[in-house]
Nanobody, 128 residues
Framework: VQLQASGGGLVHAGGSLTLSCVGSGFNRPYYVIGWFRQAPGKEREGVSAISSNDNTYYSDSVKGRFTISRDNAKNTVNLQMHNLKPEDTDIYYC???????????????????????WGRGTLVTVSS
């Protein structure tokens, strides 16, 4: 499995960025793919995820500001981030849960706990 993320950068507070992740090497009928963020020495925090049947998940801190979407033709998942805040500064990782439990409630906590693969992070810096 390969997950290649791009789109990080430096932006002023209130600005926007779009992260993209191209995935390959997996062929599952059901999976959940998305983003978590983690600074060195800090806990992993789920940001947003989307299932292969288009259920979406957002953390409370980004709900209403971030939008996740999939482009199946390009095997890409995108995260549009608007109204960025300095507290959004972090390293963002594209990740995938290839074995999500469809028979139990599923949310970002389950996603972060269950990720099987993640790519190299991309740094997002929001200046105040």
């Amino acid at each position: 499995v390969q997950l290649q993320a791009s789109g990080g950068g430096l932006v002023h507070a209130g600005g926007s960025l779009t992260l993209s992740c191209v995935g390959s090497g997996f062929n599952r009928p059901y999976y959940v793919i998305g983003w978590f963020r983690q600074a060195p020495g800090k806990e992993r925090e789920g940001v947003s995820a989307i299932s292969s049947n288009d259920n979406t998940y957002y953390s409370d801190s980004v709900k209403g500001r971030f939008t996740i979407s999939r482009d199946n033709a390009k095997n890409t998942v995108n995260l549009q981030m608007h109204n960025l805040k300095p507290e959004d500064t972090d390293i963002y990782y594209c990740a995938i849960d290839l074995n999500p439990d469809r028979f139990r409630p599923y949310g970002l906590g389950e996603f972060v706990y269950g990720v099987d693969w993640w790519g190299r992070g991309t740094l997002v810096t929001v200046s105040s």
